[in-house]
């Protein structure tokens, strides 16, 4: 699986929105990029996921650029329960039901 | 639905003793993963069973790490004997992938971990 390069961390206010970059240059044609948080004394949770299109759920959106070298995960108006390590991770088409290699995240603050 | 469970949530052990983690996941799941958080890092992945069979187990340390999954269903991970570097988050995760089906994201479940602290 192809590396990602994320922020150490950031910081928001709450209400505002948050973008949270995550650099992949090396991505192949079959990999899907994953975003999952782990907020505080909890295991991760998957948040969204996306090949080429961007990507809208009720938790965030997904923005692809357009060579895939590079996304973003947004959030439209960060909570205090937003305050997590944001994990961008790689998975190929062939590798679906394997494991998730995590790198070390990006540690989001929200201030009120 | 209910969530994948873990027990106990925490656990203190002198070095050298055994210690042992359950994991009940997510009912149907025939997918399961063991992985180890140290701190301030991502989690790594110890062992994956599919159904009562282990699939990838590259990453565990098998001359003081064992798991089993008797029955494809609960699972136990077991350190015998711990070492100080043992310290860490053992999180067990499950999905409903086939892998012989294949899907395009196999969303993992995570339970909330058995904090270890060897001294």
């Known amino acids: 699986d192809a590396k990602t390069t994320q922020p150490n961390s950031m910081e928001s206010n709450e209400e505002e929105p948050v973008h949270l970059p995550c650099n992949h240059s090396?991505?192949?044609?079959?990999?899907?990029i994953h975003w999952y948080r782990q907020l505080p004394s909890q295991g991760p949770e998957y948040v969204i996921h996306?090949?080429?299109s961007n990507v809208n759920n009720r938790m965030a959106s997904l923005a692809i650029a357009e060579d895939r070298k590079s996304s973003t995960l947004i959030l439209h108006r960060a909570t205090l329960r937003d305050a997590a390590v944001y994990y961008c991770i790689l998975r190929t088409l062939y590798n679906q039901g394997g494991k998730l290699i995590f790198g070390q995240g990006t540690e989001l603050s929200v201030k009120p | 639905e209910a969530g994948v469970a873990q027990s106990p949530r925490y656990k203190i052990i002198e070095k050298r003793q055994s210690v042992a983690f359950w994991c009940n996941p997510i009912?149907?799941?025939?997918?399961l993963y063991w992985y180890q958080q140290i701190l301030g890092q991502g989690p790594k992945l110890l062992i994956q069973?599919?159904?009562?069979?282990?699939?990838?187990d590259s990453q565990l340390p098998k001359d003081r790490f064992s798991a089993e999954r008797l029955k494809g269903v609960d699972s136990t991970l077991k350190i015998q004997p711990a070492k100080l570097e043992d310290s860490a988050v053992y999180l067990c995760?499950?999905?409903?992938?086939?892998?012989?089906?294949?899907?395009?994201?196999?969303?993992?479940?995570f339970g909330p971990g058995t904090r270890l602290t060897v001294l």
């Open positions: 090396t991505i192949s044609g079959t990999d899907y």
């Open positions: 009912s149907g799941h025939a997918t």
């Open positions: 996306g090949l080429t």
């Open positions: 069973f599919q159904n009562n069979g282990v699939v990838d």
């Open positions: 995760a499950s999905s409903d992938n086939d892998l012989d089906r294949g899907s395009s994201y196999n969303e993992q479940f």
